[in-house]
């Protein structure tokens, strides 16, 4: 069985699964983050296997991109936490809710 | 030449100099500091006026350009007819800043004051300056504010905010009829300059047009020179302090009705309805107010209905085409009802500000300056000979005997207004000046200040000596004026035997008002003025009353309506009904923001889904 890049599309199409299922059903700040990476990295695996397949040099320059901006994300995001939890010692993020219309 | 902007530029620079920083000048400096910006600016009108004399052409001086599409610019106009008025203006103007300074003495708001006097002359030479209708209209408004400023200058007392208020709305009536008067000439012209609008006039309209600018003119004129029906405001105006009354009330704003239609000759001359209409007004008021005038008892109410009547014979004179008799009575006015006022205030200086004439009298021997003066006035205004009104006044009804026909009419009222005049003069000057004192408790006249009496003096002079500037044997007024009137036809009394049988007539209606009113008058116990026609007259006729009922309450009404239910239930209801919609939709929508992260989250998810479905399927993967 020849590892055709289907399996690494299949692959990433479950991390992205996890990671959004956390996202939406996590209620800790934290790990929803973790959750996101998990979703930014699957898109990550298929540009790579995309770039890999057809040749192009670009599918590693996105991955590049978007490492880039989830660190940047993950920076601003924790510093957020941070602030939050010092306020409201809680991680709770449907504690939360102040925008409720 | 180039320097005319200076006759509005010092008196502009004073009035703002005084508003801002009036209070460190204090007494009297300001008062000193506004007299010396009218001086200089009559002094270089002087030189100016004098190389017209000598021959110099009449000139245009641009100072910057506004509106040079519509012929507007600030440009002016220096020709005999607006260096005439520039010199009353300025000059008068000057005499009675100097008056202010000892009349004003004591006031609180003394720098204030003398800030809105030179505000006045400021906007008086931009009317009389003007070389367009549209700047014109701009100093027009500007006297019309200074005056309402001036006039509620004691805006403290109800009486005098009121009267400021009455005379700007009903001058406003006025303005209404000029501004539209100016958008038909621009309609048929194009343009608002003088050059153009006159020198093509006859080419470009026809006589209805002609007739139906001048008539919106003439509304103009009605509101400012307080003609029938518009002539309320002045007497109200004597709110005022006293200067005021005799600068802006009596010389000179209240003759810019005057001045502009002269300035319109042309436009007048080809419209003999106007005419009709004008001269007729102009008689009806000077009747009309005569005859206010004599049952008066307030000394400035009785100058105030004089200066009304004084106005109607000038309206009467450019009403018949007589520009120059009109101008020239507008002069010779300006030096002896400005004495008048000026005189009258001194008076009431001296009485502690009572004005009722009828708490005077016997002031002959304790003010002998004011006395005199006031008598030249008293015998300009009459019409004596060879005092300058009796020059002037003759000249307006010459003129309108001379055109003949109905005018005839018009003529028999001048005469038998000037003997009515002669009379309440007369009456004023005895009441006031003969007779024992019926003074109140506690008053002791005394003479004015020299600040205040040399004003008196000159004005007295000019008084006496105004009228020989043009007089039948030597026409140099009418020839001075000429470059300005150009090739109108004036109206010309008759010459010959009729001119001095008109003269004599004159002499004599004055000389019998002046008789009529000694016998009644000049008694040790004046007689009793009350019932009928006193009530009348002293109420004006009640012509307020019926303005009040017919006007100004349905105004009044129509304004409570707006108020109380148009703007709170209509408009309010409009804006109010918006805002109730928009609350109720926003109120439904805000359901949808639940403040939990992960609803967003999930609608986000459900969005994309959506977005990768509909993709698929546009691209036939299923």
């Given at each position: 069985m020849t590892l055709t890049v289907g399996w690494y599309m299949g692959l990433a199409a479950v991390l992205f699964s996890i990671g959004a299922a956390g996202v939406?059903?996590?209620?800790?700040?934290?790990?929803?983050?973790m959750s996101v990476e998990l979703m930014l990295n699957s898109v990550n695996l298929t540009f790579i296997a995309a770039g890999k397949e057809l040749g192009l040099v670009e599918g590693q320059v996105a991955a590049l991109f978007v490492m880039v901006v989830a660190a940047?994300?993950?920076?601003?995001?924790?510093?957020?936490?941070?602030?939050?939890?010092?306020?409201?010692?809680?991680?709770?993020?449907?504690?939360?809710?102040?925008?409720?219309? | 030449?180039?320097?005319?902007?200076?006759?509005?530029?010092?008196?502009?620079?004073?009035?703002?100099?005084?508003?801002?920083?009036?209070?460190?000048?204090?007494?009297?400096?300001?008062?000193?500091?506004?007299?010396?910006?009218?001086?200089?600016?009559?002094?270089?009108?002087?030189?100016?006026?004098?190389?017209?004399?000598?021959?110099?052409?009449?000139?245009?001086?641009?100072?910057?350009?506004?509106?040079?599409?519509?012929?507007?610019?600030?440009?002016?106009?220096?020709?005999?007819?607006?260096?005439?008025?520039?010199?009353?203006?300025?000059?008068?103007?000057?005499?009675?800043?100097?008056?202010?300074?000892?009349?004003?003495?004591?006031?609180?708001?003394?720098?204030?004051?003398?800030?809105?006097?030179?505000?006045?002359?400021?906007?008086?030479?931009?009317?009389?300056?003007?070389?367009?209708?549209?700047?014109?209209?701009?100093?027009?408004?500007?006297?019309?504010?200074?005056?309402?400023?001036?006039?509620?200058?004691?805006?403290?007392?109800?009486?005098?905010?009121?009267?400021?208020?009455?005379?700007?709305?009903?001058?406003?009536?006025?303005?209404?009829?000029?501004?539209?008067?100016?958008?038909?000439?621009?309609?048929?012209?194009?343009?608002?300059?003088?050059?153009?609008?006159?020198?093509?006039?006859?080419?470009?309209?026809?006589?209805?047009?002609?007739?139906?600018?001048?008539?919106?003119?003439?509304?103009?004129?009605?509101?400012?020179?307080?003609?029938?029906?518009?002539?309320?405001?002045?007497?109200?105006?004597?709110?005022?302090?006293?200067?005021?009354?005799?600068?802006?009330?009596?010389?000179?704003?209240?003759?810019?009705?005057?001045?502009?239609?002269?300035?319109?000759?042309?436009?007048?001359?080809?419209?003999?309805?106007?005419?009709?209409?004008?001269?007729?007004?102009?008689?009806?008021?000077?009747?009309?107010?005569?005859?206010?005038?004599?049952?008066?008892?307030?000394?400035?109410?009785?100058?105030?209905?004089?200066?009304?009547?004084?106005?109607?014979?000038?309206?009467?004179?450019?009403?018949?085409?007589?520009?120059?008799?009109?101008?020239?009575?507008?002069?010779?006015?300006?030096?002896?009802?400005?004495?008048?006022?000026?005189?009258?205030?001194?008076?009431?200086?001296?009485?502690?500000?009572?004005?009722?004439?009828?708490?005077?009298?016997?002031?002959?021997?304790?003010?002998?300056?004011?006395?005199?003066?006031?008598?030249?006035?008293?015998?300009?205004?009459?019409?004596?000979?060879?005092?300058?009104?009796?020059?002037?006044?003759?000249?307006?009804?010459?003129?309108?005997?001379?055109?003949?026909?109905?005018?005839?009419?018009?003529?028999?009222?001048?005469?038998?207004?000037?003997?009515?005049?002669?009379?309440?003069?007369?009456?004023?000057?005895?009441?006031?000046?003969?007779?024992?004192?019926?003074?109140?408790?506690?008053?002791?006249?005394?003479?004015?200040?020299?600040?205040?009496?040399?004003?008196?003096?000159?004005?007295?002079?000019?008084?006496?000596?105004?009228?020989?500037?043009?007089?039948?044997?030597?026409?140099?007024?009418?020839?001075?004026?000429?470059?300005?009137?150009?090739?109108?036809?004036?109206?010309?009394?008759?010459?010959?035997?009729?001119?001095?049988?008109?003269?004599?007539?004159?002499?004599?209606?004055?000389?019998?008002?002046?008789?009529?009113?000694?016998?009644?008058?000049?008694?040790?116990?004046?007689?009793?003025?009350?019932?009928?026609?006193?009530?009348?007259?002293?109420?004006?006729?009640?012509?307020?009353?019926?303005?009040?009922?017919?006007?100004?309450?349905?105004?009044?009404?129509?304004?409570?309506?707006?108020?109380?239910?148009?703007?709170?239930?209509?408009?309010?209801?409009?804006?109010?009904?918006?805002?109730?919609?928009?609350?109720?939709?926003?109120?439904?929508?805000?359901?949808?923001?639940?403040?939990?992260?992960?609803?967003?989250?999930?609608?986000?998810v459900?969005?994309s889904l959506g977005v990768v479905l509909w993709l698929l399927l546009q691209g036939g993967a299923f």
């Open positions: 939406l059903m996590r209620r800790n700040a934290l790990v929803m983050f940047a994300e993950v920076t601003v995001g924790l510093a957020i936490l941070v602030a939050v939890f010092r306020r409201r010692a809680t991680a709770n993020v449907d504690a939360l809710s102040e925008l409720k219309g | 030449m180039d320097a005319l902007w200076i006759l509005i530029a010092l008196p502009l620079l004073g009035s703002l100099t005084l508003i801002l920083f009036g209070k460190r000048f204090g007494e009297p400096a300001a008062g000193w500091f506004a007299s010396a910006l009218v001086v200089v600016p009559f002094l270089y009108a002087l030189v100016m006026a004098l190389r017209l004399f000598g021959g110099a052409e009449p000139e245009t001086v641009l100072v910057f350009e506004w509106i040079p599409m519509i012929g507007a610019n600030a440009s002016l106009l220096w020709d005999p007819l607006s260096a005439l008025m520039s010199l009353v203006v300025t000059g008068v103007g000057s005499l009675i800043h100097v008056y202010s300074v000892g009349y004003m003495h004591g006031d609180e708001r003394y720098p204030r004051f003398f800030s809105y006097m030179n505000l006045f002359i400021a906007s008086m030479m931009t009317l009389v300056l003007a070389d367009n209708f549209a700047l014109m209209f701009v100093g027009w408004e500007l006297v019309g504010l200074s005056s309402y400023l001036l006039i509620s200058f004691w805006f403290t007392k109800p009486s005098a905010a009121a009267a400021g208020k009455k005379a700007f709305v009903v001058n406003r009536i006025g303005d209404w009829g000029f501004l539209v008067a100016l958008m038909l000439i621009f309609a048929a012209f194009g343009t608002l300059d003088f050059a153009t609008v006159f020198g093509t006039a006859p080419e470009v309209i026809g006589v209805g047009m002609a007739t139906a600018i001048t008539l919106l003119l003439f509304v103009g004129a009605t509101g400012k020179s307080a003609q029938i029906p518009l002539y309320v405001w002045l007497p109200d105006a004597m709110e005022g302090p006293t200067p005021v009354s005799a600068l802006i009330h009596a010389a000179t704003m209240v003759t810019a009705g005057v001045y502009m239609i002269a300035r319109s000759a042309v436009l007048f001359e080809m419209a003999p309805t106007t005419q009709a209409v004008v001269a007729t007004v102009g008689a009806l008021t000077a009747l009309l107010a005569a005859t206010i005038a004599i049952g008066q008892r307030d000394i400035k109410r009785v100058l105030a209905y004089s200066t009304v009547s004084q106005l109607g014979y000038m309206i009467m004179a450019v009403g018949l085409t007589a520009f120059t008799a009109g101008i020239f009575h507008l002069m010779t006015h300006a030096f002896f009802k400005a004495l008048l006022f000026l005189g009258a205030g001194s008076v009431i200086h001296a009485m502690a500000n009572e004005q009722d004439m009828w708490k005077m009298g016997g002031l002959r021997k304790i003010m002998p300056l004011t006395f005199g003066t006031m008598a030249v006035a008293w015998l300009a205004i009459s019409g004596v000979f060879p005092f300058s009104g009796f020059w002037s006044k003759d000249e307006i009804l010459g003129a309108a005997f001379g055109r003949g026909g109905g005018y005839i009419v018009l003529w028999v009222i001048g005469v038998f207004t000037a003997l009515l005049t002669a009379f309440y003069m007369t009456k004023l000057m005895l009441i006031t000046f003969w007779g024992k004192g019926r003074w109140d408790e506690g008053v002791h006249p005394h003479e004015s200040p020299y600040t205040m009496t040399v004003p008196l003096i000159v004005l007295a002079f000019f008084s006496a000596v105004a009228g020989f500037w043009n007089t039948p044997a030597r026409l140099a007024l009418e020839h001075f004026l000429e470059p300005a009137f150009g090739h109108v036809h004036q109206a010309h009394p008759p010459e010959g035997a009729a001119l001095w049988t008109l003269a004599l007539i004159s002499l004599g209606v004055v000389a019998v008002g002046i008789v009529v009113a000694w016998r009644r008058y000049r008694v040790e116990e004046l007689p009793v003025e009350e019932g009928g026609y006193w009530d009348a007259a002293l109420a004006a006729y009640h012509v307020d009353d019926a303005y009040g009922k017919t006007i100004v309450l349905p105004g009044k009404k129509l304004a409570t309506w707006s108020a109380m239910f148009f703007d709170l239930k209509v408009v309010d209801g409009i804006v109010n009904g918006l805002a109730v919609v928009t609350r109720a939709f926003g109120g439904s929508l805000r359901l949808l923001q639940t403040g939990w992260v992960r609803s967003y989250g999930a609608a986000i459900a969005g």
